[in-house]
């Protein structure tokens, strides 16, 4: 049974911090790349950070110098650490585990993100 859990997602005020965590079971984490990605209300899923099983990393523009995507393999989980936070980041964050291979594909729940005054 493959399960991603993510959890961390709260209110938080605009210029807060957030961290958000993925925790993946049955599968070989190790052989995952792994993502965030957002979906705000009437707008379409977007990645917001990639780490390959390798550690490589990419940032969509809008949370470059902000945001900080890690993995820890030991413990199969997969991090976000949101700074600065803004309203437009307001979304659902969920994430993805792709397979080395490029075949399968698995997602969490998601987990709600409010950023408010």
């Known amino acids: 049974q493959v399960q991603l859990v993510e959890s961390g997602g709260g209110l938080v005020q605009p210029g807060g911090s957030l961290r958000l965590s993925c925790v993946a079971s049955?599968?070989?984490?190790?052989?995952?790349?792994m993502g965030w990605y957002r979906q705000a209300p009437g707008k379409q899923r977007e990645l917001v950070a990639f780490i390959s099983r390798g550690g490589n990393t990419h940032y969509a523009d809008s949370g470059k110098g902000r945001f900080t995507i890690s993995r820890d393999n030991a413990n199969n989980s997969l991090y976000l650490q949101m700074s600065s936070l803004k309203p437009e980041d307001t979304a659902v964050y969920s994430c993805?585990?792709?397979?080395?291979?490029?075949?399968?594909?698995?997602w969490g729940q998601g987990t709600q993100v409010i950023v408010s005054s």
């Open positions: 049955g599968i070989a984490f190790i052989f995952y790349d």
């Open positions: 993805n585990a792709a397979h080395v291979g490029g075949i399968r594909a698995y």
